[in-house]
Structure formats: C-alpha cells, structure tokens
C-alpha cells in the first residue's frame, strides 16, 4: 500500500520532449505540505505543472491515491486534485462569489448549474479564507492578497485531497503571506488535505512545511525534513549564495561583513549590539565585536557582518584570555562602542572592558558616532 | 442575486420583443408597402395580391438573416473564447474569406461546366475554406501571445484570401460574375426557401450542441490549465470549438457571403446587456442578438436608399466597427 496520496515515480520532466530533471522521486502524505524551494529557474515551477499535467511527463508516472494519473479519468482526477497557480486569471464579468462557484465544476450536472449543496459549499469555502465580505465584488477589482485567498477559496470549493500551489504568497504583504499560509496550514489539519507547493520564502517554508524538495541546477538535490534542509551551510550551497550568510535558526539572511581593519569596537550582548553592527555595515565600515558567549542573542548577527569577532563558549564566564583578546582588537580599532547597559556575573568582563576603554577615552557614544557619520 | 435574475429575464424578453419586431418591419417594407393587416391576411391564408411576394422572397430573406446573424454572433462568441481574444471573431481572423474563396473556386468550376450545386455541397466547400484560413490562424496563434498580433495575422489572411479571389473571379465567365460579386460583398437577397431549411437544420444543430457545451466552455474561460484541472479533455474541447465555429461561419458565408463585424460586436453588446459571460446565458442571448442585429442591418440596407440595395457589411461595419473601437479603448482603460 503506497503510504504516499501524490508520489511521483522515476518522474522526468522538461519542455517540448527535452528532459530537464530526470527520475524525481517525492511524495506527499494527507495531512502533510510538502515544500519545493530552490533558485530560480531552477525547475520548481516544471515540476509543479508535471503532476497537474500541465506538461506531458517525459518518463516515469504519478500516481494519485494509489493510482496512475494516467490511467485516472479527467472527472476524478479534478474530485482529488486542485490547483493554485501562478498564471493570471481572465474572469471577465465574474464576481469573487462566481469564481470560487467554478470549484464546483466536477461535481455538477451537465449544464453547470449549481444545487442548494453546492452554493453552501462555496459559501463555506469563502469563510475558510475570510472572503466573505467581498464576494460579491467583481474578480478583476480586488488586490492581489485578496485574489490570492479567493483562488485558494475556488481550489477548497472543489473539495480535493490535495492542492497543489506554485508560489502563492509572492507579490503579497508580509500579513497576506502570514495569513494564507495560516489557512493551509489549517486545511491541513482539519481536512487532512496534502498540500504541495512551492515557495520563495524559506523562513516560511521552514516554518510550515513537512518535507522539503530542493531543486538546484536541474536535479533533485534533497527531498528530507526541513530540519535537515534548512541548515545555514545546505542553504548557501543550494542557492549558490556568493556573498552575505543564511541563518538557519531564525530564517533570515545577512549581507556580506565588510572586510578590511575594524575602525570600532562594539561590545554588545542579548540582541543590544544587532542594531549597532546593522549600522555599521549599512555605512561600510568595518569593525569588532566582542565579547559575546555564543549562544548570545547578537552571537549570529556578529559572526555574520563582525570583520574580527572575539567570543567565549556558551554559558562560559567570561575568562582573562578573552579579554586579553578584546583589549588587542580594542586597541587596534582605536574605538569603542559600549550597547550594553546592564552588567551582571555573565558578562562582568564587558564591564572591565568598558570601564578601561573610558578611563583611556576610547570609549564613544554610539548616537554621536553613528550621528556624525550622517550627511 | 434578484437583479441579475431580473436583467436575465428582461434583457431576453427584450430581444424577443425587438426581433418580433424586426420581423413585421421587414416584412412590410419594401419595394410594395404592406400595412399589418395585410401581412396578417397574407400569413393566414397564404394569399391575397402581395402574398407571392411576402412568401416566395420576404418570408425566406427575413427568416435566413435571423438564422445566419445568430449564427455570426455565436461563430464569434466561440472564437473570442478560444483565443480569449476580445477582438477575435469570422471576419476578423479572415475565416469568412478563406470560405469565400473555396467558395467561388468551387461555384465558378461547378457552374462552368453546368454543374448545380446544392445547398449543402455549398456549405462543404465553405467549410473546407473556413478550416483552411483556421488553420493559418491556429499556427499564427500558437506563435504569437500578443492579442493584436493575432488580429492582425488574420486580417492579412482575409486580404490574401480576397486577393486570390478577385483573381479567379476575373477569369470567370461574364453571368458568373455578376452573380458572385453581388454575393461576394455579402448580401441575404435571394434566399430560397430550400436554402432556408438546409440552413436552419444545421444552425439550430450547432446552437443545440454548443448549448451544452456551456459547462466546459465556462471551464475554459478561466484558462487551459484551470480548465484541465477541472476536468476538460482540453484538445478534444479545443477541437469541437473550433469545428462548431467553423461550421457556422462556412453556413454563413455560403449563402450570404462573407458579413462583417456581427461576429465581434454582438457578443460584446449581449455582455453589456445581461453584464455577465457566463456561456449559459450568453449562447442563446448571442444567437438571439446576432439576428436582431442582421434583420435590423438588413432592413436598414434594403430601405435606406430604395430601390437601390446596400450590401450588408455595409451597414452591419457602420454599427459593428465602432463597438471593437469602443471595446479596445475600454481594455486599454483597464489595463492601466
């Protein structure tokens, strides 16, 4: 018994006959999203419109429900499987309330016309994505967060197992995104739906999904949990990242550190220098930092954009030979900026090192620093 | 929900009314002026002094422009689906000339030799010419994504047809001529009745069958893909759209000749009218619509400037044309 509800077999897949990406590999349970991330142009997209049969398939097959797709009629094919995709849609004349009524299409008689059933099916469809109070607004006329919703509405109307999406949250806010991955992510859970999509952004993709494919350079390069994937030195190498860092534990991304010697020393310590070393790469200029344990919040930022990072193991108090260490680059540098304003046993090494960069006035207020570099 | 029910019932009453109508205007005007009541005698009981005139030429005229200008209308609401080309329509895409030049081909060979040939063998012969400028038309579209380089790839291909058929004609024989050029600028003078029944059995025919096609129609506007996932066979569907529409503007040009603008301007006017595209109701309204247009283009064609006759594109380019103007201009507004 295949465990998987979508699972493509020795899958190849390519344009006008010519192979792409060969023998793919992946599945998706009910009750699962499975993610597609990778550059672009890197064949995520190709896959996608192979399992709809959007393309031809080059070789191999997919199964649906146990079933090749092939083999599968066109009518239960589209009672199993909806879609979201990325082409625009031409609905003139139609209403939101229209459009997600066009879900309902499998299950219609011959002329279309929709049952008492079907139009409280589209009602609740519109509910699930909050759509209600513009249904009956024309399609055409509403903002791309909106119409994103609604497209999912239309794909929910159709009743499916899974859905299969391809980038849905491009061109949306941050509240949009948030907002239609959240009603996937309860599709999931209350309708034990699979879903299948691809995604752009992988702090998000790493927050929702089960497995994770990454597609790079035609070729499926891994098909595992997100917690294998999203892995900083994995991500760089996947999207041939050339300058700047991923973080894998918050999903976000750095620039590049400026390089050269550091003019400024910053001493900082639970998230107060992130804002300070921000600065000062925005202003190209490099600079230390220090004396950070490692598991400390600013730890990562540091390490990312610091030209010269002095540290201590995690919980470690901070020992004699790292601040000998601060003190060389400190002295180096010629500056100092102090952000932490609150001194206990951990970090009382910081203090010393403040106290002695003052009593040499070395010490400089961040704001008047920062300030006079202003034009 | 109530308003749209109540646009429903009143646009369609409307277009009941105004081809009701149309008909008794038609019927009375002309060379000899009947009053209503006349007509009235003369349709009971099939007599009266004017009753060969009103049954032998009138009746047949009046009862083909209905059927063929319902048929343009739905041959171009078929095209602007397929192509998803608002502009797109028989004459435009030069599917009209392709069945004009087949056309003559075949009635200046038959005739020279003479040979008869039948109504149907007509539409046959329209049929092969309509799929022949189809085809061009496909390969440009399958080239092209920009909506006005389709149209204009059409339009060279209805100039190329009429080029090859102004050549023929010109090596035609003198009695050919006259006939061919008359019917070549398109006219619905001279319909048979015999004409009318082959006409009708094959119009009503396709009506019926794109009725029910409705649903996936429907499916389709909303693109192949999403159409697909809704369970379209999406080439068996392209295939029986393209064959419907062909079918109705190969009837048209083969007893009318090629008329323009109906095909775009009516199924853009029946949008306004009932402010919807669903196909459940735009089928019928187009056919209903595209007659009224015809009978009304006709009689405006045949009345204007009595005794002397318009030709039919005449008219129906004098109304039609502006209406693709409009539409572009509407487009162009909201794309911006």
Not at chain 1, 182 to 200: G, M, P, Q
């Amino acid at each position: 018994m295949n465990p998987f509800y979508v699972h493509t077999q020795n899958m190849t897949v390519g344009y006008d006959g010519v192979p792409l990406i060969r023998d793919i590999e992946i599945g998706v349970r009910r009750g699962e999203i499975l993610t597609l991330i990778g550059p672009n142009g890197s064949g995520k997209s190709t896959i996608l419109k192979s399992i709809i049969r959007q393309l031809k398939l080059l070789a191999g097959t997919v199964a649906l429900d146990g079933r090749s797709m092939a083999q599968l009629k066109e009518g239960d094919i589209a009672r199993r499987m909806a879609i979201v995709m990325t082409e625009r849609i031409k609905a003139e004349l139609m209403t939101c309330y229209d459009l997600v009524a066009t879900g309902r299409y499998p299950y219609t008689g011959r002329l279309g016309l929709l049952t008492q059933e079907d139009h409280r099916i589209v009602q609740e469809a519109l509910l699930t994505v909050h759509a209600q109070d513009f249904a009956d607004r024309p399609f055409t006329a509403i903002s791309d967060g909106q119409r994103q919703r609604l497209l999912l509405a239309r794909a929910i109307a159709q009743e499916p197992e899974v859905i299969v999406l391809d980038e849905p949250t491009s061109f949306l806010d941050i509240r949009h995104k948030l907002e239609l991955l959240e009603i996937l992510k309860d599709l999931v859970r209350t309708r034990n739906v699979a879903v299948i999509l691809s995604l752009h952004e992988l702090d998000l993709a790493q927050k929702i999904s089960d497995r994770v494919v990454c597609v790079a350079n035609n070729a499926v390069d891994r098909y595992d949990t997100p917690e294998n994937v999203f892995q900083s030195d994995y991500i760089e190498a996947l999207y041939g990242m050339k300058s700047g860092s991923y973080n894998a534990l918050f999903g976000s991304m750095e620039m590049a550190p400026v390089g050269g010697t550091p003019h400024i020393f910053v001493i900082g310590g639970g998230g107060s220098g992130i804002p300070v070393y921000r600065q000062l790469q925005r202003r190209g200029i490099p600079f230390a930092a220090g004396i950070l344990q490692e598991n400390d919040l600013d730890y990562p930022v540091a390490r990312a954009l610091a030209a010269e990072l002095v540290t201590v193991p995690p919980f470690a108090i901070i020992d004699g030979a790292a601040l000998d260490r601060a003190r060389k680059a400190m002295d180096r540098a010629g500056r100092v900026i102090c952000c932490v304003s609150r001194f206990g046993p951990g970090n009382e090494g910081n203090r010393l090192l403040r106290d002695e960069a003052e009593r040499r006035g070395l010490l400089t207020d961040s704001g008047a620093l920062l300030g006079e570099a202003e034009p | 929900m109530r308003g749209k029910r109540a646009r429903l019932y009143l646009g369609f009453a409307g277009l009941v009314v105004a081809l009701l109508g149309l008909f008794v205007l038609n019927v009375n005007s002309g060379s000899v002026s009947l009053s209503p009541g006349e007509i009235w005698t003369i349709l009971l009981a099939r007599g009266g002094d004017n009753g060969a005139i009103v049954w032998n030429i009138r009746l047949p005229r009046i009862l083909a422009t209905a059927l063929l200008g319902g048929a343009l209308a739905l041959s171009g609401f078929l095209l602007q689906t397929f192509f998803a080309n608002p502009i797109a329509g028989p004459f435009i895409l030069g599917i009209s000339s392709g069945a004009k030049l087949v056309l003559s081909l075949v009635m200046i060979g038959f005739l020279s030799r003479g040979v008869a040939v039948g109504s149907l063998g007509l539409i046959v012969a329209a049929f092969l010419g309509a799929m022949l400028s189809m085809g061009f038309v496909l390969l440009i579209s399958a080239r092209v994504k920009r909506m006005s380089l389709l149209i204009i790839g059409g339009v060279m291909i209805g100039y190329i047809c009429s080029a090859v058929t102004d050549f023929v004609v010109a090596f035609a024989d003198d009695a050919n001529i006259v006939n061919l050029h008359n019917w070549s600028r398109g006219s619905f003078s001279g319909m048979i009745w015999e004409n009318v029944g082959v006409m009708a059995g094959v119009v009503l025919l396709v009506l019926l069958l794109t009725f029910f096609l409705s649903k996936p129609i429907s499916a389709y506007q909303l693109g192949e893909t999403y159409a697909q996932n809704m369970g379209v066979n999406i080439k068996a569907f392209r295939a029986v759209l393209i064959l419907l529409s062909s079918v109705l503007s190969a009837t048209v040009t083969a007893f009318a000749g090629p008329i323009s603008f109906v095909g775009v301007a009516v199924p853009h006017i029946m949008r306004s009218l009932f402010k919807t595209a669903k196909p459940i109701v735009m089928i019928p309204a187009c056919f209903l619509g595209g007659g009224v247009f015809c009978l009304l283009s006709d009689l405006i064609a045949r009345t204007a400037f009595a005794p002397t006759e318009l030709s039919i594109s005449a008219v129906t380019a004098l109304f039609g044309a502006p209406v693709v103007i409009l539409v572009m201009l509407k487009r162009q507004r909201e794309q911006l």
